[in-house]
Each structure stands twice: as structure tokens, then as C-alpha cells.
């Protein structure tokens, strides 16, 4: 009697109804009917997002121009035209190479953004690990502090460590395309921005481009 109930129960379980199966599946895909998409809502026109243009600034350093904020900065051009410099001094441990940075701009600079470049024996810019041009390294602490004008110090970039220079490498270049000065009145913000993307391009000659004359 057990066996009778349970070869009944399984015979029920897999027949069944056609036409309550058939009620079954057309409810199923009733409900799984995607709902209508409501009507893309209208994009913000482009002057309504775009950043107000800063007005410029009449303390930007000699031969540059522009609002100063770190994304309008003043603007200089020309591969000759530096604030500051970072020299390689040949050495690099496990927390990356070491440089030589001075600060020539005149003012205390807080914040900088480096673009550092790595050579062959041959001259031969090679690309990083991760398959691009340059190491590029940005902070309000990149000189570990402020560089007041003219002092000099030795320091590793926290953003590049042994691990990311390049196999083969013999040379490395830096260039410190943007600064910041820091506020006279608040010595822990910056007051001013100043750039010359001339400086960083992504491919770069050992030695940096030559000023056109």
C-alpha cells in the first residue's frame, strides 16, 4: 500500500493539468514583462555645469596668467620655464629613487605635481610596468612639508617606489610641472596654483625638449 501512494504521488507530481500549466506560464510572463521606461530626464545644458571661469589674477609668478585655483592655475609655457627642479642623485631603495628637489620660484610652495621619466642605457624613454609614459605623482605633502625659497631637499615620491621603475632603466628624469603656494594667511592651504604642461609631455626625450629659438 505504501508503494501504490507513492508511485500515485509521483505520477501526479510530473503530469498535472495542461491547461492549468498553461494559465501558470502565461501569468509567469505576464509578471516578468519589463514595466515601461520612464522618459530620460533632459541633461543639464553644459553652462549650467561648466566650472565659472576664475578671473585672473594679477600676482601669478612673471610669464604666467590665469585664475590661480587648482584647476584654472596660472599658466606658463615654454620648456625654459620652471619653479622648481628634481634631480635624480643615482641612488633608490625599496621606497623608490631619491631626488634632489630645489625650490627656485621665490615663494613657499606647499603643494607640487612631478612627472618622472625613465631612460635606457641607450637614451630610450621606456614605459612604466602598467604600460604608460611617465609616473606622475600630485599632493598637498609631496616635499614631505612647505619648501620655503631657495631651500633644497632630498626626497623620495611616495607614489613611485622601487617596484615601479622600469626594468632596464639607467636613467630617471623628473619635471615639477605645478605648484602651489601656500596662504600667507593660513600656512596649511594654498593660496595660488601655477602649471606649464610644456614641461610634462608623455613622450620626452632624455634630457627634456629643447627651447625652440
Not at 40 to 50: C, W
Not at 81 to 103: H, Q, Y
Request: aromatic fraction near 6%.
Amino acid at each position: 500500500m505504501i508503494a501504490i501512494g507513492l508511485v500515485s504521488l509521483l505520477v501526479v507530481g510530473c503530469g498535472g493539468d495542461e491547461s492549468a500549466a498553461g494559465s501558470a506560464s502565461a501569468s509567469a510572463s505576464t509578471a516578468a514583462a519589463p514595466a515601461p521606461k520612464p522618459p530620460p530626464s533632459a541633461q543639464p545644458s553644459a553652462s549650467t555645469t561648466a566650472e565659472p571661469v576664475a578671473p585672473p589674477r594679477d600676482d601669478c609668478p612673471k610669464d604666467s596668467k590665469g585664475g590661480g585655483t587648482r584647476t584654472q592655475p596660472c599658466e606658463a609655457s615654454g620648456v625654459s620655464t620652471r619653479l622648481m627642479t628634481a634631480k635624480w642623485n643615482g641612488k633608490i631603495d625599496d621606497k623608490g629613487p631619491f631626488f634632489n628637489v630645489s625650490n627656485d620660484s621665490g615663494g613657499t610652495v606647499l603643494y607640487g605635481e612631478v612627472a618622472v621619466y625613465f631612460y635606457d642605457k641607450t637614451g630610450k624613454q621606456l614605459a612604466t610596468k602598467d604600460g604608460t609614459k611617465k609616473v606622475t605623482c600630485s599632493s598637498s605633502n609631496l616635499f614631505i612639508g612647505s619648501l620655503k625659497p631657495a631651500e633644497k631637499a632630498l626626497i623620495q615620491f611616495g607614489c613611485l617606489r622601487k617596484d615601479g621603475v622600469p626594468d632596464g632603466t639607467e636613467a630617471i628624469e623628473a619635471e615639477i610641472d605645478k605648484v602651489g603656494f601656500v596662504d600667507k594667511k593660513d600656512d596649511t592651504k594654498v593660496d595660488l596654483y601655477w602649471r606649464n604642461k610644456d614641461l610634462s609631455p608623455e613622450v620626452r626625450p632624455k634630457g627634456g625638449p629643447k627651447p625652440t629659438k
